[in-house]
């Protein structure tokens, strides 16, 4: 095997530059996360002194304007809503993908996956103008009906992300099992789909963070009432819908109570992806 | 790479450097207006005062919220040159000069389909805190009430707490929401519906063939029109407030805020400019 690095002594200017430009990206990427962390504790500090952090869990509701902060509803609300399109979206978005790689001939594969492009591409407001005139009047506004709006939408980022890991799985694979003999089914199972686990989570995590951080969709057809829903067609209220219905008329405190939604969204995105980043690694080494 | 290096440096230098001077230097050049007061004439007031900067190069209008009485307290005490207030003036307040810009109004809106023509605001109450759950009890069918609420914050929420004296967390909502277009489609969308929408949204929206029903008041019918007169009772002025009477720059931008030049201003932020 040959080694990466070049032997000469002095690597060429062009490396040199192409390394500092890389490394100044890297830090400008991950700067910026930091950078809204940073702001989001600075904005959110007067309500965390103010109100304490505690009455985020424990007041009786959410009624900013008449003194009470509790989050609780709204952080299940979010959980909720999104484990529900995601337990959607997986079937639909892995059986996408494997009949387009698979099963369907060339050209229908080709146009069916185009057609997950033109999906992927609509505007969130879009669907959720589209959900709030046909499903909204159907479901009423509802925990389900922001179930069914947001599996929909993540369904396009799950199928194509899945299609294009199980595209990297080596040709060798396929052709050494159809030689042992295997079924189609008995290749995908045994062989294709676990030798493609680390795509397929990264197709999970990546669906999961789109759901959990829409909003303007799932404003339109929840209902946004603070509650823990009792079923499934109770309305809700998601930790992104609260931002966006009161950040524009919100001040002071209530304001700063807001930028704590956005911190425990944060919070919640961090575990998720830590959560999935342990799954995967745990399952490829194990 | 060295030259490189310096180069950039250099320039973010300068870059800083320039920005610096040239805060000290437009700080030093503008007066200021100062308003401070009600979060519902601010985002308002912010847009008429763009356009006032745009006709007075050099002036910086700045505006702050903090509700009708820090407004009210700020124009008294001087530290505000206008005030503002979404409300009637207390008569302790009666000291200060008055300049009422525009007008905002609520009004009750069913579904167009639904039978109920008018409702008293002891029904409405009734409604909002749950105690009646079926149109039948108000005379229209035998069907569930979907109630409508608005998001905490928003000024229509407020005027319509304040005028029939409930408290937000003793209203049991089917659907809370944001906007006014938002609250429109989904009471189009549901017969069974009943919300509370700023005047001027639900007046256009029904006379481009919106399936809604505007609900009178106190036998007022509820339109831009009466708004404008100050005959509908869901509703409240939208207040400049001066000590005294206004001088120089201050008197300028009231009586801009008062001129036709605005009126597409205060007709975007729903409101309907006030008839003098």
């Known amino acids: 095997m040959t080694s990466l690095r070049p032997t000469t002594s002095s690597p060429p200017r062009a490396d040199v530059f192409l390394v500092f430009a890389l490394r100044a990206l890297a830090v400008v990427a991950s700067g910026i996360v930091l950078l809204i962390l940073v702001f989001l504790l600075l904005e959110s500090a007067p309500a965390l002194e103010g109100i304490g952090l505690t009455r985020f869990f424990s007041d009786a509701s959410w009624h900013p304007l008449s003194d009470r902060f509790n989050m609780m509803p709204m952080v299940f609300a979010s959980l909720a809503i999104t484990f529900g399109a995601i337990l959607a979206a997986i079937p639909l978005g892995i059986g996408s993908a494997l009949f387009c790689r698979y099963y369907a001939p060339p050209k229908l594969a080709s146009l069916y996956r185009a057609l997950l492009q033109l999906l992927a591409g609509i505007p969130s407001v879009v669907y959720g103008f589209w959900a709030l005139v046909v499903l909204v009047p159907v479901l009423f506004p509802s925990l389900l009906a922001g179930i069914v709006i947001l599996s929909l939408m993540i369904l396009p980022t799950v199928a194509l992300i899945a299609d294009a890991s199980l595209a990297q799985i080596p040709l060798e694979y396929s052709h050494g099992s159809a030689a042992l003999g295997l079924g189609r089914w008995s290749m995908i199972r045994g062989v294709l789909l676990p030798s493609a686990r680390r795509g397929l989570v990264t197709a999970i995590l990546l669906g999961l963070a789109r759901a959990i951080g829409e909003t303007m969709a799932v404003l339109m057809v929840c209902g946004n009432v603070v509650q823990f829903p009792k079923s499934l067609t109770d309305p809700v209220r998601t930790l992104t819908a609260n931002i966006a219905l009161e950040m524009s008329y919100a001040g002071d405190l209530h304001r700063s109570a807001l930028f704590v939604s956005g911190l425990l969204l944060m919070g919640l995105v961090v575990l998720l992806v830590a959560i999935a980043e342990g799954l995967s690694r745990g399952k490829i080494y194990a | ?276």
């Open chain 2, 1 to 276: 790479m060295k030259r490189f290096l310096v180069l950039t440096v250099g320039l973010l230098l300068l870059s800083l450097g320039s920005w610096i001077g040239w805060k000290t230097i437009s700080r030093a050049q503008n007066r200021r207006l100062v308003l401070t007061g009600s979060s519902t004439i601010a985002p308002l007031a912010v847009e008429i005062g763009r356009r006032f900067e745009a006709l007075h190069p050099g002036l910086r209008v700045d505006v702050q919220t903090g509700g009708s009485s820090r407004g009210i307290a700020d124009a008294r005490r001087g530290i505000a040159d206008i005030g503002m207030a979404s409300r009637r003036l207390k008569t302790s307040e009666k000291e200060l000069l008055v300049h009422t810009i525009a007008r905002d109004g609520i009004c009750m809106v069913l579904h167009a389909g639904n039978p109920v023509s008018s409702l008293s605001d002891s029904q409405i109450v009734g409604i909002y805190t749950g105690k009646i759950q079926n149109w039948k009890e108000v005379g229209g069918k035998d069907a569930a009430i979907f109630v409508l609420n608005k998001a905490e914050g928003r000024g229509t929420l407020e005027v319509f707490l304040k005028f029939f004296g409930l408290e937000n967390p003793s209203i049991h909502a089917d659907a809370i929401v944001g906007d006014n277009e938002q609250g429109i489609k989904t009471i189009a969308g549901n017969p069974n519906a009943i919300g509370y929408l700023s005047i001027g949204t639900a007046e256009y929206d029904q006379k481009h063939g919106v399936p809604i029903k505007l609900l009178p008041s106190h036998a007022v019918q509820a339109s831009t029109e009466t708004l404008a007169a100050g005959t509908f009772p869901i509703s409240r002025p939208l207040n400049l407030v001066t000590k005294g009477v206004p001088s120089g720059i201050a008197k300028t931008f009231i009586e801009f805020c008062q001129a036709k030049d605005v009126h597409d201003l205060i007709k975007a932020h729903y409101f309907v400019p006030a008839t003098r």
